[in-house]
């Protein structure tokens, strides 16, 4: 790709009223949506196969997760799953460790667990928001209105993840 400015999505530009026919992408690729949850990656642990199931149920009733989806949607669960799995750890053996010297001294250090979570914390917030799952990203989404066109909504729908 050349440098300036990505490329708008076709459904953006009809909604801002800038599509021009002579400018339009005949192939542009809309992907088919996904309308039942599927079994969650085997790789994925206890706690991100629960937040796998969620994010899973709520993008369906969007009417947004497709196939095309579903690799970024297990790296968005991994992150959380590691997350609550560090937060756990944490509770259990606290935020410091204090260890022993040689010459019987001791020195306090951050639980390694701190680390690991807020790098996941970090890692899933900014898959969050390709998702719509902060509250700053669903502001910049609109809804569908109620007895809008399907293929209308679709477009809305992209244009936002490609916001």
């Known amino acids: 790709m050349g440098p300036g400015r990505p490329r708008k999505p076709t459904a953006q530009k009809e909604l801002e009223g800038t599509a021009r026919k002579d400018r339009a992408n005949t192939n542009e690729i809309m992907p088919s949506t996904i309308e039942h949850p599927p079994s969650a990656p085997k790789y994925l642990s206890a706690a991100a196969k629960k937040e796998?199931?969620?994010a899973c149920t709520e993008l369906i009733k969007m009417g947004i997760l497709a196939n095309t989806d579903l690799a970024l949607l297990s790296a968005y669960c991994n992150e959380m799953g590691s997350y609550i799995e560090a937060c756990d750890v944490i509770r259990k053996e606290g935020m410091i460790?204090?260890?022993e010297r040689g010459d019987g001294g001791t020195y306090s250090q951050q639980h390694p667990a701190v680390g690991i979570k807020n790098a996941a914390l970090n890692n899933a917030l900014?898959?969050?928001n390709q998702f719509g799952f902060t509250p700053a990203a669903r502001a910049r989404i609109e809804a569908p209105e109620?007895?809008?066109d399907p293929l209308m909504a679709a477009m809305k729908k992209l244009q936002q993840l490609n916001g």
């Open 146 to 148: 109620k007895g809008e």
């Open 97 to 99: 460790m204090t260890f």
């Open 52 to 54: 796998w199931k969620m």
């Open 126 to 128: 900014k898959i969050a």
